[in-house]
């Protein structure tokens, strides 16, 4: 007799072997790995000022919007996570939760950043994580494979754009596959990054961007100058036109969405089924589900694709679909790419 098809509730969707391409090193640190960060910190300097991570960032508040969103970082998580031990301890355990959230590939991006104060240059930092995504991949018990990507913050000069892209081709053989344009979407004028781009893509350096987030980085002369650097993905995608549309599917450029975000961030008009990734899904690009910054949202992975079945009626058959055109857009290349395509191709969950 056949067994009954198992429901596509969030224990398959923690099952589902899935594809991460958009999510921010600090912005993944849950909760409650910057409140153990904030302990040891106590232990080791009883006079700590700074303030508890459970009552800064109150566990269940996920209603940042874009006006509180970018301070979080720069007036909190930074001056905690502001050592080599907080860099390391919160890399670990980002890591982790992606892998148990039935994370196979991933790729996590981080802004390089000094902190002079601890004798940490931006290469040290980069150093640093990609050491412990190293290490992580050379373990073979790790399901999970992992690569990096470098932000360029929209508030960063041109001088400190071309360090990044220093830094990326440095680290390229150890694991840097790209690089972002991220950072406040109210700030910067993107013209000053333009040369930065052109040199990465010449030399092979994939890029993705954070692209019309919002309205006020949506206009016409900043998403042509975007993508008159030919992206190879792009984050986001809210504010765009059909004549952008069509650019985009013209140039088959993969959209990496992020609907929890999205929504609580209140980026979007309405909630989940008016999310546009229900019209992306329609179109012939690759369509990447992804988290942004779970730290902050607190929705894994596995919780956005149950979000996307439930509000968009997937089936097996589209979900499978959907995570096999996600793979063409990788960043790492073809054994990646074969890794995944085996992987979706005998995953057992399908026919179960
Ligand atoms: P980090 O680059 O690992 O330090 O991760 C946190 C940083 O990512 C923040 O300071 C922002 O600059 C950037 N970031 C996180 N989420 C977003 C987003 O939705 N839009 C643009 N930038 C973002
Ligand atoms: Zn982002």
């Known amino acids: 007799m056949p067994t009954a098809a198992a429901p596509l509730d969030i224990a398959f969707a923690r099952r589902l072997p899935k594809i991460e391409l958009h999510a921010h090193l600090t912005g993944s640190i849950s909760r409650e790995c910057l409140h153990d960060i ?31 969103f970018f301070p979080l970082f720069s007036s909190y998580i ?55 995504l190293k290490e992580h991949n050379e373990d073979q018990s790790n399901a999970m494979r992992v690569f990096l990507i470098l932000s360029i913050d929209r508030r960063n000069t041109a001088t400190e754009a071309e360090e990044v892209i220093d830094l990326a081709i440095k680290y390229r053989s150890a694991g840097v596959v790209g690089i972002d ?19 990465a893509k010449a030399v092979g350096i994939k890029v993705t961007l954070h692209f019309a ?25 809210i504010h765009v036109s059909d004549e952008m549309q069509k650019a985009i599917i013209r140039q088959n450029i993969g959209v990496e969405l992020c609907l929890s975000c999205n929504v609580h961030a209140k980026m979007i008009a309405g909630s989940y089924p008016d999310h546009h990734f229900g019209t992306w899904r329609h179109s012939s690009v690759p369509v990447v589900l992804c988290t942004d910054d779970v730290g902050v949202f607190c929705s ?53």
């Open 213 to 237: 987030e919002i309205a006020e980085s949506a206009t016409d002369e900043e998403l042509h100058t975007l993508l008159s650097w030919q992206p190879n993905r792009l984050g986001h995608v």
């Open 181 to 199: 344009l991220c950072g406040d979407p109210a700030r910067g004028d993107v013209r000053i990054f333009t040369g930065a781009f052109a040199r």
């Open 78 to 132: 930074y001056k905690l996570c502001n050592d080599i031990a907080s860099i390391k301890h919160s890399t670990k355990a980002v890591l982790s939760d992606f892998q148990s959230d039935g994370v196979v590939y991933l790729e996590l991006r981080t802004t390089p950043r000094a902190i002079p104060d601890q004798n940490i240059t931006k290469d040290l930092y980069v150093k640093t994580v990609i050491s412990l």
């Open 38 to 68: 904030w302990e040891l910190k106590r232990v080791q300097d009883p006079s700590l000022q700074l303030e508890d991570p459970l009552v800064a960032i109150p566990p269940g508040k996920v209603d940042y919007d874009i006006n509180t």
């Open 300 to 352: 894994p992975l596995s919780k956005e694709y149950h979000l996307a079945i439930k509000h968009f009626d997937l089936d097996k058959g589209q979900l499978k679909e959907l995570c096999e055109r996600a793979i063409g857009s990788i960043f790492s290349g073809i054994n990646e790419q074969s890794r995944l395509n085996m992987i979706y191709s005998e995953w057992e969950g399908w026919v179960t």
